[in-house]
């Protein structure tokens, strides 16, 4: 019976394939479309969303504010100023996984033998590396006893330490910071474009103890920054709570005064982007699931009208022995295999043209390529088919009541 089905469609098919073949350009563009925009939308969301998480997946950047006196305004202000204990007192909390100092130093001179180079200095703590998500290609990150100590250390950026050193190995050679000698200890892996701190990626950094940094460079035990990782993307908000409430009595300040601490929570970030790219690719969806719709209703359309010129055809059949659920089936394998088929060249077209923009688009930070996934596939067919059905419902009823005795009075 499949077969004998098979066979039925395709002569159909043959028969009027200029009508289907033009019925169907709704279809095509409409799967061109959802597959492209699929492609495009999966592409984005992964490039953003990978980007923005470069500088670490769930970081959290804080520092001291001011605390405003009543009635006397900016004047009066009281600056709040953070010191390397309070990192500790955030990494006791139970929503907190890691905390590190952050101490900045922009266009330091970094000197290797005859080279020398502007590059940004940071001071950071042993557990950057888990905040911050390096990853050691070469060597070693800061250790705790580096930190103790504030050993002249130095872990580099992969891009710094081509910049200071070009092609050569780095590892255990002295660079100079400031006049100071510093021992490589080790090099990170490359991580590549990021959106945070974009002027100034982890790529192109070098990373000292923050101790030493204090003693050597900046003189000062205080801290402008800190950086801290929650235990969970979901714990973000808690642990901003709790951290303020923390740090407010050893600095005299309301832990409801939002004045007095700063934060920028990556995850807020997240949601803001991951929100704006459900909507866009709920609309590409969207888009493409109603071109399709509306290619369906020519073919439909289409169908109706062979109907029609074959009512003598379904007579005869009719009359030798055919029931009216063959002739339904008939016809409904036939709109779905105009749909199915047509589809299908749309999706090839739309797969074309994405792994040709992602091969020819250029890298840019702020520019993403299409990626096709599994998912897309898997949606574009069910789609196709769904279209294919609903396309051939009304016709294939149609012919289905055809009564035989009216339909072979006018052969």
């Known amino acids: 019976m499949l077969a004998d089905l098979a066979r039925e469609t395709r002569r159909s098919l043959r028969a009027h394939a200029l009508r289907y073949t033009l019925t169907s350009l709704g279809i095509v563009w409409g799967a061109f479309m959802l597959t492209y925009l699929s492609a495009s939308m999966?592409?984005?969301?992964?490039h953003f969303m990978g980007a923005m998480q470069k500088m670490g997946p769930r970081i959290v950047f804080t520092g001291g504010g001011v605390v405003m006196k009543q009635r006397v305004g900016e004047r009066g202000a009281r600056p709040v100023e953070l010191k390397a204990a309070d990192s500790l007192r955030m990494s006791s909390l139970s929503t907190v996984e890691a905390a590190s100092p952050r101490i900045e130093l922009w266009s330091e001179m970094v000197r290797y033998g005859r080279r020398t180079k502007l590059l940004q200095i940071e001071g950071v703590s042993e557990s950057a590396d888990t905040i911050r998500n390096y990853h050691v290609a070469e060597g070693r990150f800061l250790?705790?006893?580096?930190?103790?100590?504030?050993?002249?250390?130095?872990?580099?950026?992969?891009d710094a330490a081509v910049r200071v050193f070009g092609g050569e190995p780095a590892l255990g050679r002295r660079i100079e910071i400031g006049g100071t000698s510093?021992?490589?200890?080790?090099?990170?892996?490359?991580?590549?474009?990021q959106l945070v701190d974009s002027l100034?990626?982890?790529?192109?950094?070098?990373?000292?103890?923050?101790?030493?940094?204090?003693?050597?460079?900046?003189?000062?035990?205080?801290?402008?920054e800190f950086t801290y990782s929650p235990v969970s993307a979901e714990l973000s908000s808690e642990s901003v709570r709790r951290v303020?409430?923390?740090?407010?009595?050893?600095?005299?300040?309301?832990?409801?005064l939002e004045t007095a601490m700063w934060f920028f929570d990556i995850q807020e970030v997240l949601q803001l982007v991951g929100g704006l790219l459900a909507a866009m690719?709920?609309?590409?969806?969207?888009?493409?699931?109603?071109?399709?719709?509306?290619?369906?209703?020519?073919?439909?359309?289409?169908?109706?009208?062979i109907v029609g010129e074959r009512r003598a055809e379904i007579g005869l059949r009719k009359a030798i022995g055919a029931t009216g659920r063959a002739i339904f089936v008939q016809f409904l394998a036939e709109s779905t295999a105009v749909c199915l088929a047509s589809g299908l060249v749309g999706a090839a077209l739309g797969i074309a043209l994405a792994q040709l923009v992602a091969h020819l688009a250029p890298a840019s930070p702020f520019a993403s390529t299409p990626v096709l996934d599994l998912k897309t596939v898997v949606t574009l067919t069910s789609a196709l088919v769904l279209v294919g059905i609903v396309a051939g419902v009304a016709?294939?009823?149609?012919?289905?009541?055809?009564?035989?005795?009216?339909a072979l009075r006018g052969v």
């Open 182 to 193: 510093f021992r490589v200890v080790g090099v990170a892996a490359r991580k590549g474009m």
């Open 42 to 46: 999966e592409g984005t969301e992964r």
């Open 143 to 158: 250790s705790p006893i580096d930190v103790e100590r504030a050993e002249r250390v130095a872990f580099l950026g992969a």
């Open 200 to 224: 100034s990626p982890d790529d192109r950094k070098v990373l000292i103890p923050y101790t030493t940094a204090q003693r050597i460079l900046t003189q000062t035990d205080k801290i402008a």
């Open 244 to 256: 303020r409430e923390l740090t407010a009595p050893h600095h005299g300040f309301d832990p409801k």
């Open 395 to 406: 016709p294939a009823w149609r012919a289905a009541q055809v009564p035989p005795a009216e």
């Open 281 to 305: 690719r709920l609309f590409n969806v969207v888009a493409g699931l109603t071109t399709l719709l509306v290619g369906a209703v020519g073919v439909m359309n289409i169908m109706l009208v």
